[in-house]
């Protein structure tokens, strides 16, 4: 498994929270492909990135926020459009995997940068940013029904 170190710009994106199980079906990726449709915001000038905001091994699982987003243009409109958050996502130094899998196996690609690879490196996790899963394709239409994420965990270099 390969891990490389890069730098991320900012992003603007419009989002959508689910809560409950990461394992369980994600409805709230479908309401926000179809708004992101109707407003032209779809790949590859957007990008879909997915945020799961807490740990399964710490949170219970009907209780993990997973934010569904799709990265919104400078000038966009927010205003106009009130069934729907929005917010800024952080530039920054990540450390990123690219994952190619079914969709359950992404938890173990989180575990090997967590528990194998961020040890073994000069880079601690930078917890003022989250990790962010940047979706690049849609698995129903995989041969294989496998997702493509480029996995980024947010990195910082370690205290001496």
Not at 4 to 18: K, N, Q
Not at 21 to 40: I, V
Not at 96 to 115: C, G, M, S, T
Not at 123 to 135: G, S
């Amino acid at each position: 498994m390969k891990v490389g170190v890069t730098e991320l710009p900012a992003y603007e994106v419009a989002f959508i929270r689910r809560v409950g199980s990461y394992f369980e079906p994600q409805e709230h990726w479908d309401r926000l492909m179809l708004w992101s449709s109707k407003n032209g915001l779809t790949p590859p000038s957007q990008k879909f990135i997915g945020i799961s905001l807490d740990d399964p091994q710490v949170v219970e699982g009907k209780e993990c926020r997973h934010d569904a987003c799709v990265t919104i243009p400078e000038g966009f409109n927010k205003e106009n459009h009130k069934e729907i958050q929005f917010k800024r996502l952080d530039s920054g130094c990540y450390g990123l995997y690219p994952f190619y899998d079914k969709v359950e196996n992404l938890n173990n690609a989180y575990r090997y940068i967590f528990e194998q690879w961020l040890p073994s490196n000069k880079y601690e996790v930078d917890e003022r940013r989250n990790c962010l899963e940047f979706n690049l394709n849609n698995p129903a239409e995989d041969p294989e029904g496998k997702c493509r994420v480029d996995l980024y965990v947010p990195v910082k270099s370690r205290e001496a």
